[in-house]
C-alpha cells in the first residue's frame, strides 16, 4: 500500500507529520468553536476538523505549522475528511521540515529547465524567440519553482514549468500532425500564457492570491508585460499583438476568464492543449490514488464528476 495522505482510504488510521496549509474558524451548531485544516503531506491533502478549538489553538495551529496528529479518515459529503483525536505542534527534536510534506513535480528541476532551453533553440522567428528568452531570463528562478495554480492542477513545486514542458511536448506532436500550424507562435504562447502566475500567486508552501492577482488576475498582468518587454527590447510588429492575443483568449471563454475568445488559429489550439494538460494532470493524480474498481473523489474542477478506474488496468 502506497504511503501519504493522499493514497488514505476511508477508514485508515492517521498517526504521522503533517503540515497545516490553510486555517479557519468556525463556530459549531453548539455553539463551540472548531478549526477546518487543510492539511497537507508531500502525496497530497485532506481536510480535517478540530473540535472544541481554544484560543491558543487558533494561536498555534496556523499556516505552514507542522503538526503531529493521529487520527481517522471518515467521508463527508462524499470527500475524504480526517478526523482528529490528538494533536501537536511539531518540535526541532522531531526533525522534520517543511520541504518535507510540500509536492513536487515528477520532473526534476534541472531537467525541465533544459526542456526549456530547447524550445527556444528549436524556435527560429526572431521576434518571438527574443521575447520568449527574455521572459524566461527574468523569471527563471521563480517559474523553476512556482505551482501552476493554488489548486486543482500542477498545484505543487515545478508545476508551472512541468505544465509548460507538457504542454510543448502535445504541441509539437501536434505540429507534426498539423504543419499549417505556426510552431513559434504556439511554443511562445505556451511558455508564456501562465507566467502572470508569478505575480498572481504568493508562493510554493501555502499558495494562495496576492492583492495585485485579486484585483488584476494573471492574464490582465501577462498582457501588460508583454507590452512592456517589447518595448525595453525594441520590438514593433503582428508578433507583440498576436501573442498578446493568445494570452488574453487561453481561457477560452468569458465565464472562465478570457475578456476574449480565441480569433486565431493557434490562440485555440492553446486554448485546447491548456485544457487537456490540465485536466489530464488532475486525473492521473486522482486515479493513481485509487484501487481497480473504485471511483475517485468528485472533483469540482471536471464539474463535480467521479472517474471510476477499470478492472483490467494496472494499480
Known amino acids: 500500500m502506497k504511503k501519504g495522505i493522499g493514497h488514505a482510504a476511508i477508514g485508515d488510521a492517521i498517526d504521522s507529520f503533517m503540515l497545516i496549509k490553510d486555517a479557519t474558524k468556525g463556530v459549531a451548531s453548539n455553539g463551540k468553536p472548531f478549526l477546518t485544516l487543510i492539511l497537507r503531506d508531500a502525496t497530497g491533502e485532506i481536510d480535517a476538523k478540530l473540535w472544541d478549538a481554544t484560543q491558543e489553538d487558533e494561536a498555534v495551529f496556523v499556516p505552514e505549522q507542522i503538526v503531529k496528529l493521529t487520527g481517522e479518515v471518515s467521508q463527508f459529503r462524499g470527500k475524504a475528511q480526517l478526523k482528529i483525536n490528538s494533536v501537536r505542534p511539531a518540535q526541532p527534536t522531531d526533525g522534520v521540515r517543511v520541504s518535507d510534506f510540500v509536492e513536487k513535480a515528477p520532473v526534476d528541476q534541472k531537467v525541465l529547465s533544459e526542456k526549456l532551453t530547447e524550445i527556444i533553440f528549436e524556435m527560429e522567428n526572431p521576434v518571438l524567440q527574443r ?47 498539423y504543419p499549417e500550424l505556426n510552431k513559434d507562435l504556439l511554443y511562445a504562447g505556451i511558455i508564456l500564457h501562465d507566467l502572470g502566475k508569478l505575480k498572481e500567486l504568493s508562493g510554493v508552501v501555502t499558495t494562495s492570491y496576492t492583492v495585485e492577482g485579486k ?57 485546447l492543449i491548456d485544457m487537456m494538460d490540465a485536466k489530464l494532470n488532475m486525473l492521473n493524480r486522482a486515479l493513481d490514488k485509487v484501487k481497480p474498481g473504485e471511483f475517485t473523489e468528485r472533483m469540482f474542477a471536471m464539474d463535480n464528476r467521479a472517474f471510476y478506474k477499470p478492472m483490467f488496468e494496472e494499480s
Open 131 to 177: 521575447m520568449v528568452r527574455a521572459f524566461i531570463k527574468k523569471y527563471q528562478e521563480a517559474l523553476l519553482t512556482y505551482p501552476a495554480a493554488a489548486k486543482n492542477h500542477h498545484e505543487y513545486v515545478s508545476g508551472l514549468a512541468h505544465h509548460i514542458v507538457s504542454m510543448v511536448a502535445i504541441a509539437r506532436e501536434m505540429s507534426n500532425l
Open 215 to 271: 484585483l488584476l488576475g494573471h492574464i490582465p498582468m501577462m498582457v501588460e508585460e508583454i507590452g512592456l518587454m517589447a518595448r525595453e527590447l525594441q520590438i514593433e510588429g503582428e508578433e507583440v499583438r498576436v501573442l498578446q492575443h493568445l494570452v488574453l483568449s487561453h481561457h477560452g471563454k468569458p465565464e472562465w476568464g478570457s475578456p476574449t475568445p480565441p480569433l486565431i488559429r493557434e490562440a485555440e489550439v492553446l486554448h
